[in-house]
């Protein structure tokens, strides 16, 4: 009994067990299936964040170009000019700040009239955009810049600023008209609303791998470096512009993240886009199913169990009555067999019998 009763629980763990292994395979490959889903969910979302910032350069370069064209831009009149870019403006909700630089480079006029105090009679034309408009004579596209070049000029942030040239009187390059995007309305209208589950987010980089956007405060204008992204190879994908997956433990912090990059391409500048999310959240996920599935198994084979105890149970008791009935039949039989030979002795041949054997022995 004891024996049997080792064998019956060491065959009930091993049955346990087998369901711990079964639902943790299948966790894994849970996991496996989450992984790659979110993943490309995710890449459709930093894709489609990059394509919608590519979208709004230009929408913006073409209203540029457009005021380039117009000659109370090409020639300031005021207040006429002042009075249309200030309703372009507000038509406009991107278009922060317009300027107007001379052939030189030299900043003539700002719109709205109180940004950047001190930036009038300042000499742009050492930037990318202004050469590249003038070289081309197409609309240009600057990479984001600070506007901190001059000290004494005020109001310093991010920005990204559109140029068209505009012609003079003969048909020459007589400077450009500038729409310049603030990086900060760019990251809330196109970054920073990109959310995967609790902890995932985006993020955005300028050309030399400095953020530009990022749910974190402290970490805008904070550069990118090897000491980021572990892998060198993937930090490098990042910053060509590449399109796909990628997986990094950011220094100081516990745990890998899974990322899915792509880039902002406009005139030649690459802004990587990237959507970052903690490994931890995926498995989140899929724990809960893990959960419910090994209790279930659990619950299954506890069924299985009891039902198979007392399969065992109902068996040893018909068992039980098989041997008490075959006993019984066997007692009948002896009674039947002892009733027979009393019934013969007792009959009247047998007691005549007897008596000539006793009249024999008298003579």
């Not at 064209?69 to 009149?77: A, G, M, N, Q, S």
């Not at 995007?181 to 959310?195: C, E, G, S, W």
């Not at 470096?225 to 930090?235: D, G, V």
């Not at 902002?264 to 899929?286: A, I, N, Q």
């Amino acid at each position: 009994m004891r024996r049997q009763v080792i064998i019956g629980f060491g065959s009930v763990l091993g049955v346990l067990l087998a369901a711990v292994l079964v639902s943790y395979s299948f966790y894994q490959k849970a996991i496996e299936t989450a992984e790659t889903m979110i993943r490309k969910e995710m890449l459709i979302m930093a894709d489609q964040t990059a394509r919608g910032i590519e979208d709004l350069i230009r929408d913006y370069m073409v209203e540029t170009e457009w005021l380039a064209e117009l000659p109370r831009i090409r020639k300031v009149r005021e207040p006429e000019t002042t009075t249309f870019l200030d309703k372009e403006r507000k038509d406009k909700p991107y278009m922060r700040i317009v300027v107007i630089e001379d052939r030189n480079g030299i900043l003539k006029y700002i719109n709205p009239p109180d940004a950047l105090k001190g930036v009038i009679g300042k000499d742009f034309s050492f930037r990318d955009y202004f050469q590249k408009a003038k070289d081309t004579g197409k609309v240009a596209v600057s990479d984001m810049i600070e506007s901190g070049q001059y000290e004494d000029v005020k109001d310093r942030f991010k920005g990204v600023v559109i140029a068209a040239p505009l012609p003079g009187p003969d048909g020459g390059f007589n400077g450009v008209v500038g729409s310049v995007i603030d990086v900060t309305d760019i990251a809330k209208r196109f970054v920073l609303p990109v959310r995967v589950g609790k902890e995932g987010y985006a993020w955005m980089l300028d050309e030399n791998g400095v953020t530009m956007a990022h749910p974190e405060a402290g970490r805008v204008g904070e550069k990118v470096t090897e000491r980021n992204l572990i892998a060198k190879a993937l930090l490098d994908r990042i910053l060509k512009g590449e399109k796909g997956f990628g997986e990094y433990t950011r220094s100081g912090e516990k745990g890998k993240k899974i990322i899915a990059f792509s880039a902002v391409k406009v005139d030649g500048h690459v802004w990587p886009v990237g959507v970052t999310v903690p490994y931890s959240e995926v498995e989140m996920l899929v724990y809960p199913i893990y959960t419910r599935l090994l209790i279930l198994m659990i619950f299954v084979v506890g069924i299985i169990l009891g039902g198979g105890v007392v399969f065992m149970r109902k068996a040893a008791e018909v068992k039980r009555l098989k041997q008490e009935i075959v006993a019984l039949e066997i007692r009948i039989d002896e009674e039947k067999r002892s009733q027979a030979v009393e019934s013969i002795t007792e009959t009247d041949y047998f007691r005549t019998l007897a008596e000539k054997v006793e009249a024999m022995k008298a003579e």
